[in-house]
């Protein structure tokens, strides 16, 4: 699954199965495609217990028995350092787990050796799910199964994952599986050899029995406090947990009487498993093709390169917006008419059935035309954007992203992959901050889950089309440029880039200082989206989460502002008061009191703010309905807006506190209420001033 | 002394020692990253920091700071 499409599906079900299997491999390598074409629906997504970090788990049938699948976090190695690796480590060597497939990437294969080789040293039954065996094809790289397969003695599967026939032969596999028997699979050097052979000899067999002894004895030599912390808690009693520490201490002396310390046994160590995956690969790979990958390093010539690079990203920016606000025109006209139909019959039915005025009142002129509106014209263009940006990211082109703006996220203190998470964030702003695990040190992913909001998720982006094609880019009176809505809407994102990098600086200037931490990023080979499956299974996802989160927030917001617009203490509505209460601060910053309120009331869901806005203008008013955008000019128009107006609004909306969603993940992934506020004062504070600047600027100078 | 980051794009070397330590020592070894190892620079940033490495088989961006302390020959 993509990191945009983290679907927060928690299906209620009692999973029934009679074995589980551990699904394992590096990152990129299409695992999430393996669990997906293995367990389709039947699959439960949530948090591994106490951490933050993702799971997934799901069930399949085959034979005789029933499988639980558990996804592991991808990991280039068991010798983990960050808490993905630990999450992925933990439940492949001492979770309760049948078998493991571990899932490789046929067109990188040396590299995910090394985890494979890893896993088969600590003695766990597995698989070799040789995955991406198209994309091998396509490179003209051959790969010698049946010599891969005994040289590590273990069956290997080719697949392509994405073809779920191609699985049946791994589940085959998965059936018969014996136990792995193999004695050494990796040789060490002599001086390694000897310490092994003495640890070995001083472990009591008592704490062998659910791993080889061998791997004991290494990963005491490893001395990774939180293995063997892990291997501790995995023995059963207090008897053999003292046995455990007697053999780390005895292993501390074996070290000090060879003069050897845990360091350099672990760069030999180390060094040995990638020298043996490298024979290994030699042996079993043949490129027909020398110049396989020249196709992706041409690209990333151009993309990446000094003159086209920053072009180009912005280039596929305004593209995809104009894509965007293109595509989301005609659907959102057609629906809008023909909802507005059917509220013209259900004022009908209402008066048919002698209903009274304030019944429909809150269910049709509250309720439904909210929804309606929500609907119509914030439902288009967000079905349109996020399978944009799904194929964008299946393409392997974000990273690149990433690549070429680390250097100015360095500048700000900040870590490149910041530059991912913004682009979630262009999604959905709670999806960007839950992607922010992928930055490992803590300072800097407080930083990007802070500046997140700074970049307009896709619930505002159809009130800033709507406004910029009707203030900022008519070209004449009835005539919406279209390109030209594209441009300016660009030039409001970079606004907001550039916003996202200043607020950084100032943060790792102030609150969150220290330095940058370390960083590598893999850039993985440019791979053909699926266009068509992935286009249908996002326009479905999106619509289903849109036209869900509308029944939950829509429906009942517009019921509680027609409530409010239509009860009178004294002379006014409780809305009136409310409006009257933020008009001064509104005026203040070139916006109105009604603008603030909505804006105040669409805490829950940012695509509510302007269906409020022009809600609250038509109670107090005309009731017309508001089927296109010419109408909708008008309206605000006849409100007091000016081009400032829509500026101003289009600032704030850029600039704002969070909506409640994204403010409950950030409590969540923080587990702070300090920086919970902060991520909602901060972008609040500069889009207040932005505002009160572009006032000035307006009405000195223009 | 040679170093991974004097290298431009399309030239390669063998590494011979590291020289970082904790993490970042740790991560490069994770991604196949050794003495004796064959290192290819594909690409540089537009910015000329981060650089794109070839490391057995899969391409890694590596900043500046951290490839001067890669010795090669």
């Known amino acids: 699954m993509g990191i945009l499409n983290m679907n927060f599906k928690k299906t209620k079900s009692s999973f029934e199965y009679n074995k589980t299997l551990a699904l394992a491999g590096n990152p990129n390598v299409g695992k999430s495609t393996v669990f997906n074409s293995l367990t389709g629906l039947k699959q439960h997504t949530g948090n591994w217990p106490g951490k933050t970090v993702s799971s997934a788990e799901g069930v399949f049938s085959f034979g005789k028995n029933s499988y639980l699948l558990v996804d592991t976090p991808g990991t280039y190695s068991l010798m983990a350092q960050s808490i993905d690796e630990e999450v992925a480590r933990n439940f492949i060597c001492f979770g309760k787990n049948d078998a493991v497939i571990i899932v490789c990437d046929a067109t990188c294969l040396q590299r995910n050796l090394n985890l494979a080789l890893q896993i088969l040293e600590a003695g766990k039954r597995a698989v070799i799910c040789l995955n991406l065996m198209d994309e091998a094809d396509r490179k003209r790289i051959k790969i010698n199964v049946k010599a891969l397969s005994g040289m590590l003695k273990i069956p290997v599967i080719p697949t392509t994952a994405k073809d779920k026939k191609s699985l049946i032969p791994l589940m085959k596999a998965i059936e018969n599986i014996s136990d792995n028997s193999i004695e050494t699979i990796i040789s060490y050097p002599a001086e390694i050899e000897t310490l092994i052979k003495e640890i070995s000899n001083i472990l009591p067999d008592k704490l062998c029995t659910k791993h080889p002894k061998r791997w004991i004895s290494l990963k005491l030599l490893e001395n990774n406090s939180s293995l063997l912390k892990e291997l501790k808690n995995s023995l059963e009693t207090a008897d053999e947990q003292n046995l455990l520490a007697e053999a780390i201490l005895k292993t501390e002396l074996i070290l000090k009487n060879h003069e050897i310390t845990y360091e350099s046994v672990n760069d030999t160590v180390t060094k040995q498993i990638l020298l043996t995956a490298e024979e290994i690969a030699e042996k079993s790979i043949s490129y027909d093709e020398k110049k396989y990958c020249e196709r992706d390093r041409k690209t990333d010539k151009v993309l990446c390169s000094r003159k086209f690079g920053y072009p180009i990203m912005l280039l596929l920016l305004s593209l995809v917006f104009y894509i965007t606000i293109w595509g989301a025109n005609y659907p959102s006209t057609a629906l809008s008419t023909f909802l507005f139909k059917i509220q013209v019959l259900l004022e009908k039915a209402f008066v048919f059935l002698h209903a009274p005025d304030w019944l429909s009142g809150i269910l049709i002129h509250g309720m439904y035309r909210t929804l309606s509106w929500v609907v119509s014209v914030m439902l288009p263009p967000m079905a349109i954007f996020f399978p944009i940006f799904t194929l964008l990211e299946d393409s392997g082109y974000l990273p690149r992203i990433a690549y070429c703006l680390d250097n100015s996220f360095k500048k700000c203190c900040a870590c490149g992959k910041q530059a991912l998470t913004m682009c979630m964030g262009f999604g959905c702003n709670a999806a960007g901050v839950i992607g922010c695990r992928i930055i490992t040190s803590p300072r800097e992913r407080l930083l990007a889950i802070i500046t997140n909001s700074f970049v307009p998720c896709n619930g505002r982006f159809p009130a800033l089309i709507s406004l910029i094609t009707i203030f900022l880019a008519s070209v004449s009176a009835g005539f919406f440029s279209v390109p030209l809505s594209a441009i300016i809407l660009t030039g409001f994102i970079f606004l907001s880039v550039v916003m996202t990098f200043a607020a950084t600086k100032i943060l790792s200037k102030t609150l969150l200082?220290?330095?940058?931490?370390?960083?590598?990023?893999?850039?993985?080979?440019?791979?053909?989206?699926?266009?068509?499956?992935?286009?249908?299974?996002?326009?479905?996802?999106?619509?289903?989460?849109?036209?869900?989160?509308?029944?939950?927030?829509?429906?009942?917001?517009?019921?509680?502002?027609?409530?409010?617009?239509?009860?009178?203490?004294?002379?006014?509505?409780?809305?009136?008061?409310?409006?009257?209460?933020?008009?001064?601060?509104?005026?203040?910053?070139?916006?109105?009191?009604?603008?603030?309120?909505?804006?105040?009331?669409?805490?829950?869901?940012?695509?509510?703010?302007?269906?409020?806005?022009?809600?609250?203008?038509?109670?107090?008013?005309?009731?017309?309905?508001?089927?296109?955008?010419?109408?909708m000019y008008n309206l605000l128009v006849s409100n007091g807006w000016t081009v400032l107006t829509a500026l101003n609004f289009i600032l704030f909306s850029i600039f704002h506190w969070p909506c409640s969603t994204t403010l409950i993940t950030i409590k969540k992934e923080t587990g702070s209420f300090k920086w919970t506020a902060i991520s909602a004062i901060l972008p609040t504070f500069f889009g207040i001033f932005l505002c009160i600047i572009s006032k000035i600027v307006f009405t000195f100078f223009l | 002394m040679n170093t991974l980051n004097q290298l431009f794009p399309g030239e390669s070397a063998h590494v011979t020692k590291i020289l970082l330590n904790g993490s970042m020592r740790r991560r490069l070894l994770d991604l196949g990253l050794c003495s004796g190892t064959y290192v290819e620079c594909i690409s540089e940033s537009p910015s000329g920091n981060p650089k794109a490495y070839n490391i057995r088989g899969a391409v890694i961006a590596i900043r500046l700071e951290d490839s001067k302390k890669i010795l090669i020959s």
């Open chain 1, 513 to 631: 200082k220290g330095t940058p931490s370390s960083f590598t990023l893999e850039l993985p080979p440019y791979r053909k989206p699926q266009i068509g499956s992935v286009i249908v299974r996002s326009i479905f996802d999106r619509t289903w989460f849109v036209l869900k989160r509308s029944a939950l927030v829509a429906a009942p917001a517009g019921i509680f502002l027609w409530v409010l617009a239509n009860i009178r203490l004294g002379d006014l509505t409780i809305l009136k008061y409310i409006t009257l209460y933020f008009e001064p601060l509104g005026k203040m910053m070139g916006l109105d009191g009604v603008i603030l309120t909505a804006f105040i009331l669409g805490l829950p869901a940012n695509e509510i703010v302007l269906p409020i806005a022009v809600m609250s203008y038509t109670s107090q008013g005309v009731l017309s309905p508001i089927t296109s955008l010419t109408e």
